[in-house]
Structures are given as C-alpha cells and as structure tokens.
C-alpha cells in the first residue's frame, strides 16, 4: 500500500493507472493525515483541496 502524507480535511483525486479516485481524510484537521492507497506504480496528483464542511464523505470513491 502507498502511503500519502497530506493534511487532516483534504480530500485528493489522484490517478491512479489510467483511473481518477477521489480519496478523502477527514481526521483531525490540526495534524497531519495519511491516505494509503492501494497502487503497485506510483500516483500522480491531480487535484488536492481542504473540505470546507464536515458532512460525512466516503473514504474512497472511483469516478470515470
């Protein structure tokens, strides 16, 4: 599993192969946050913002 190391409340869409997933932390928005991915290459970074609300959103979701 690839870990990524981003901030609590960021929600991230990554490639990942040729599919774009949305990945999500809702931790404690004071500290750091980890995503684990599951990926046998690595992940390019499409897209990372903070959530701005606290509804409850799916750890993982594929788009596309």
């Known amino acids: 599993m690839l870990v ?3 901030r609590a409340g960021e929600r991230l869409v990554i490639m ?5 997933v949305e990945v999500c932390y809702l ?3 004071s500290g750091q946050g980890r995503i684990g ?3 046998d290459r690595a992940v390019t970074v499409l897209r ?3 959530i701005e609300d606290d509804r ?3 750890e ?3 788009r596309g």
């Open 27 to 29: 931790g404690q928005r």
């Open 48 to 50: 990372a913002e903070l």
């Open 4 to 6: 990524l190391s981003r």
């Open 16 to 20: 990942l192969g040729d599919q774009v």
């Open 60 to 62: 993982s979701s594929l």
């Open 37 to 39: 991915v599951i990926a």
């Open 56 to 58: 409850p959103v799916a």
